[in-house]
């Protein structure tokens, strides 16, 4: 698939993932500056889940209608994403290539259990 190495996942398919122990891992891909009464940057989101073997399988977040990974533009979105998907804390990392977790109530992280 064009601009992603990773398999991709719809929002219809979000909650299930996290119902099933799914977390979220959030990438800056452009750190952030302040314009006006906001923080813009860049964010790609991907949801990472245990792969049954010990290991991790990552999913990046994409849109429906082009299947190409959805970028958060703004701090204030990634919020208001985190609030509807109904994660446990709000992690925004600062820094490009730096990562951020959201665990929720159902996560299972590999030999958690």
Not at 52 to 71: A, E, F, I
Request: with cysteine; net charge neutral; aromatic share 10%.
């Amino acid at each position: 698939m064009a601009g992603t190495k990773y398999p991709v996942i719809l929002t219809s398919h979000m909650q299930e993932a996290i119902e099933g122990g799914a977390w979220i891992e959030v990438e800056c891909v452009e750190a952030p500056e302040k314009g006006g009464n906001t923080h813009r940057g860049g964010w790609t989101v991907f949801v990472c889940s245990n792969d049954g073997q010990g290991g991790v399988h990552r999913s990046v977040y994409v849109t429906n209608r082009d299947l190409k990974p959805r970028v958060f533009k703004t701090a204030a979105g990634l919020m208001s994403f985190c609030l509807e998907l109904g994660a446990k804390l709000f992690s925004c990392p600062l820094r490009e290539g730096e990562r951020g977790t959201w665990e929720f109530e159902t996560t299972r992280y590999p030999g958690s259990g």
